[in-house]
């Protein structure tokens, strides 16, 4: 887990990045750190950290072991780790986690159910 506040992450600590120009509509897997500028609906399944930057946008249920929300995230998160959102970042939808970090300024509509810790092992429910 990287263990980073989301101001100090550039686009040097990610593998990849879904640019702002991308619409992706499917099932998005992946392994290693994850930056989202475009549009990603349908399903997330991560072992590595994702992030939705500011100019993203995803319609999609989330399973991942760090979530961290500039943007915009319509759907439920499963994280075994954290789910921290900015002061710009808006999330409609329910979070389980084992940590929460809810910034001044961010948008959460939905329920929140923090876990004990598991290993690392995102949860199954």
Avoid at 15 to 38: A, C, N, V, W, Y
Wanted: charge should be negative; proline fraction near 3%.
């Amino acid at each position: 887990m990287i263990d980073l506040h989301s101001d100090t992450l550039e686009d040097e600590d990610f593998d990849t990045i879904l640019s702002s120009d991308i619409d992706f509509s499917g099932t998005l897997s992946f392994e290693k750190p994850f930056l989202i500028r475009g549009k990603v609906q349908g399903e997330i399944i991560a072992t590595g950290l994702l992030m939705i930057d500011q100019e993203g946008v995803v319609d999609a249920h989330i399973k991942a072991p760090q979530v961290i929300i500039r943007g915009i995230v319509n759907g439920n998160i499963t994280a075994a780790d954290k789910v921290e959102i900015s002061p710009t970042g808006r999330l409609k939808g329910n979070i389980s986690t084992q940590e929460i970090a809810l910034e001044s300024g961010c948008k959460f509509n939905g329920y929140c159910t923090m876990h004990e810790q598991n290993a690392g092992n995102v949860p199954t429910s």
